[in-house]
């Protein structure tokens, strides 16, 4: 028995198969499959030539998986674009037993290992889901145009104001301004204008890759660039708080997961600072969110997570 895991974000698709042992068999990743960002028609490509990818590679038949477990970003609260992506899903899975959900659904399973808690995600997009008597609380996730506080677009957008900021003396030049310039190749500071809004077009996804260049801003001490992501520590403690209100139990295990945190202490530290009294333990990430839609794929099939089985996705 196969058992196939899909997470699909703001930057990437990966899709997972393992063995009913735990296993992993085999990966292929994709680029984003955000209906936002590439549409509905691209969606059905990706999801196609994905699905094709892994059963060939992992020299097996599609009959031979026996649950899939899909987790996409963009599958939410909009109904025009949840019931658009479900029938692209449809159409691709058509004839397999699958499960349809939004990405942060399987990054709470794979962060908690398919324990009640907190997750919270700060990736291309951002939000917190509290997974609780089986029952999912989500808090954040409006979108790039109302909210996705502390996710990536949102630092690149902060750190592209920042650069204006330093370039015309608003502030004074600190470390993120010469890293623009050397790694944005900007020969002029007005550059970066046709930069984001021709070479970019404005695409969600490559402004949140600016957010790496922002930590490293931060690691060479530019108080700006730090100060931004003090800034995310308090928007992410504010959605756990928020979240964690639900439970009764002494201690709440909170995970994280998203390229945010890529970014380490300089987004942790402040994150466990903002936290401070509050009944909330913040743990490491057991399993990465494409393994925890392999997890969804195998207990819905009536099947039990064990131990064993959990040390076997992280070998």
């Not at 330093?166 to 944005?184: H, M, V």
Request: some cysteine.
């Amino acid at each position: 028995m196969y058992f196939l895991g899909i997470d699909g974000g703001g930057t990437k698709t990966c899709f997972t198969l393992i063995n009913e042992n735990g296993k992993v068999i085999n990966r292929v990743i994709k680029g984003t499959c955000h209906p936002a960002q590439i549409g509905f028609t691209n969606l059905e490509i990706l999801l196609t030539e994905g699905l094709e990818a892994i059963i060939k590679s992992s020299n097996i038949s599609k009959e031979e998986i026996t649950k899939s477990y899909l987790g996409l970003a963009g599958y939410g609260i909009v109904k025009e674009i949840a019931e658009g992506i479900a029938q692209v899903v449809s159409r691709v899975f058509s004839k397999m037993d699958y499960i349809l959900n939004n990405d942060v659904r399987v990054a709470i399973a794979g962060a908690l290992a398919g324990e009640d808690g907190i997750n919270v995600v700060a990736g291309t997009g951002s939000i917190a889901l509290a997974l609780k008597d089986e029952k999912v609380l989500r808090c954040g996730g409006w979108g790039y145009s109302i909210g996705d506080e502390a996710s990536a677009y949102w630092i690149g957008k902060k750190a592209l104001a920042l650069f204006s900021k330093q370039s015309d003396g608003r502030l004074e030049k600190a470390p993120l301004y010469e890293i623009f310039k050397k790694e944005l190749g900007l020969k002029t500071d007005f550059e970066i204008v046709s930069y984001v809004n021709e070479k970019l077009k404005g695409d969600r996804g490559e402004i949140a890759k600016l957010a790496k260049l922002c930590s490293d801003a931060a690691k060479s001490g530019d108080e700006g660039a730090i100060a931004i992501f003090n800034e995310a520590a308090i928007e992410l403690s504010q959605m756990i708080r928020t979240l964690a209100k639900n439970y009764d139990e002494n201690v709440v295990k909170v995970s994280y997961t998203g390229g945010v945190f890529k970014s380490g202490d300089l987004i942790l530290k402040p994150l466990r600072e903002n936290l401070k009294g509050c009944n909330i333990e913040l743990v490491e990430p057991q399993l990465d969110p494409d393994l925890g839609a392999c997890l969804l794929a195998y207990i819905n099939s009536g099947n039990k997570i064990t131990k064993e089985m959990i040390i076997k996705m992280k070998e």
